[in-house]
């Protein structure tokens, strides 16, 4: 038996890379925190939308993974929001431990790069 499709509606509002892939940033649900940037096709966001758990496609591996089933590090869906052009989701969760691979609280803790900042305020 076949699993159900993306909603269409939902389907044809999104805009794919040439991988069939749209970026999928996750934040905390309760403090705005960038967690991870995850991708997914259609079948990864039917099953985030349906089950209430993050589903995304490995690149590496070429496959689906739900984040937690193997770490433990959980991530429960409480909403999904997609970007005014399509090419973005937002998907907004409960974390229960760490976001990262590595270990970390967030994919992103620790490896801020220097960059030039202006004390500027900018022009309106």
Same mark, same amino acid.
């Given at each position: 038996?076949?699993a159900?499709?993306?909603?269409p509606?939902?389907?044809? &509002? ?20 960038v967690?991870?940037?995850g ?6 966001? &039917?099953r ?7 589903t ?9 993974? &739900? ?51 202006s ?6």
């Amino acid at each position: 038996m076949n699993a159900p499709a993306l909603d269409p509606d939902i389907a044809a &509002r999104l805009r794919r890379t040439g991988d069939g892939l749209v970026a999928a940033i996750v934040q905390q649900h309760d403090t705005g925190e960038v967690l991870m940037l995850g991708w997914m096709d259609d079948e990864a966001l &039917r099953r985030t939308l349906t089950t209430g758990r993050a589903t995304y496609w490995s690149r590496s591996r070429q496959e689906y993974w &739900r984040k937690g089933d193997t770490s433990g590090h959980v991530q429960y869906v409480r909403g999904v929001s997609l970007d005014c052009d399509g090419d973005a989701l937002l998907v907004r969760v409960e974390q229960i431990g760490p976001a990262c691979h590595t270990g970390t609280r967030t994919c992103f803790t620790g490896r801020e790069l220097p960059a030039e900042t202006s004390l500027q305020e900018p022009s309106t």
